[in-house]
């Protein structure tokens, strides 16, 4: 038997979760289920709200473009979240909703624009990343939605990492050195038992100036890495940067 139910569609409810509850379903999600899936009276659907599990709801149809769901038992109990922030110079729109459904496959618990001198993107629309990212939570079977700060400077930002937090800042400078050895190098030198709390910061287009780089550098608890002898675009790198960074020290290790 598979471990995850792939059959049934799955939707993000803004509601607390226990056996019983009824949602009436807003206009997009009856659309979603009853007029694009096809979906009938009784059909299963799967729930989460980001706190309490997964639950399994049941389709009780209203009228012809109307409906709500019952909830019946929960499949998943909820999971402790990772601890991988994500701090990130904006990019144009469609983009932007890539590196944010990225970040929310790759585990980031908390998505955080930040501002640079190069930023070339649109003014950040909060609402739109937050859709993004349910969005991918929801295709993915994620069970926590991951926190989305507005857009600050990249100074506050690096300010507002508590120390202990091993910041992963991925500069096309570096030299070119195994990142998995530098990674475990520097969660050695933090010790501790488990792995860190961490960040990545991924700058914009054409880099950090030299003087945003040497701010990133200046702050304790950094490692500066290379991801090879290519130049990535930003949206890429910052998909490799937390594969590396989950596989060696965050949820991908296996135990």
Not at 153 to 176: G, K, Q, W, Y
Not at 198 to 219: N, S
């Amino acid at each position: 038997m598979a471990a995850y139910d792939f059959d049934a569609p799955r939707l993000y409810l803004d509601v607390p979760m226990r056996a019983g509850v009824q949602h009436s379903l807003d206009r997009a999600q009856a659309n979603y289920l009853l007029g694009v899936l096809r979906r009938a009276q009784g059909d299963r659907v799967l729930v989460f709200n980001g706190r309490d599990g997964e639950w399994v709801a049941e389709i009780r149809p209203t009228g012809r473009k109307a409906g709500d769901l019952v909830l019946r038992e929960q499949a998943r109990p909820q999971t402790q979240a990772g601890d991988l922030h994500y701090l990130f110079a904006p990019l144009k729109a469609a983009r932007l909703d890539y590196v944010a459904q990225k970040a929310v496959e790759m585990g980031a618990s908390l998505i955080q624009p930040v501002i640079t001198r190069r930023t070339q993107g649109d003014r950040i629309k909060h609402e739109r990343l937050a859709a993004n990212a349910i969005e991918a939570a929801e295709q993915c079977g994620i069970l926590t939605i991951p926190e989305i700060r507005e857009a600050i400077p990249l100074p506050a930002a690096l300010a507002a990492l508590t120390p202990e937090r091993l910041l992963v800042f991925c500069d096309e400078d570096a030299p070119i050195v195994d990142p998995v050895a530098a990674l475990r190098h520097a969660a050695a030198e933090q010790g501790g038992n488990g792995g860190p709390p961490l960040a990545v910061v991924i700058g914009p287009e054409g880099g950090f100036t030299p003087e945003e780089r040497a701010l990133v550098l200046d702050r304790p608890n950094t490692v500066r890495l290379s991801l090879g002898p290519r130049i990535l675009r930003a949206d890429t790198a910052a998909v490799a940067v937390m594969a590396l960074v989950q596989a060696v020290l965050g949820d991908g290790r296996g135990g």
